[in-house]
């Protein structure tokens, strides 16, 4: 019985129609009737459906409103982040590497830690190494080195 009302308000719409006729006339009859049609209609299964889906697109378009706004808000605050970011930027000094006239013959660094020490000499020595250079280093005479340098220091300049 595809799409046919088998519920029975067919048959109740008649019966309150009929008896609201007896009892009223036409215009009675009309307006009982009207109300049982528009009861039937209200409760029946396709008009839920529906008010389900107005209530779902409903809510899609509040929270997409409320993602624009909460987007925007954001927005504004990175870009305004990012405009004091640069204005203090703007107030920074300058730092170049310093170029010097000569080449320097050594370069003397004091302190650090041993993890401070390994970096460095692998960041400046590991290139130096690399390009057949020779190494001013020096070991001391207590640990024996894997390289053919000097068992010690160079004579003072």
């Given at each position: 019985?595809?799409?046919r ?43 839920g ?5 107005r209530r ?5 378009e ?41 080449g ?11 993890n ?12 130096i ?6 190494s ?13 340098w ?8």
């Amino acid at each position: 019985m595809g799409g046919r009302n088998t519920s029975g308000f067919g048959c109740l719409t008649l019966l309150v129609g009929g008896a609201a006729f007896a009892a009223g006339g036409v215009g009675a009859a009309a307006v009982v009737v009207i109300l049982i049609l528009t009861l039937i209609i209200a409760t029946s299964p396709k008009a839920g459906l529906r008010a389900a889906q107005r209530r779902l697109q409903s809510a899609r378009e509040r929270a997409q409103t409320d993602y624009h706004a909460r987007r925007r808000v954001w927005q504004d605050r990175l870009d305004t982040h990012r405009a004091e970011h640069l204005r203090h930027n703007g107030t920074l000094d300058t730092w170049y590497p310093i170029s010097l006239d000569s080449g320097p013959s050594r370069i003397d660094v004091f302190g650090g830690t041993g993890n401070g020490w390994a970096s460095l000499l692998a960041t400046l020595g590991g290139p130096i190494l690399g390009s057949g250079a020779r190494s001013s280093s020096w070991t001391s005479p207590s640990r024996p080195s894997p390289w053919n340098w000097p068992a010690s220091p160079p004579a003072a300049e």
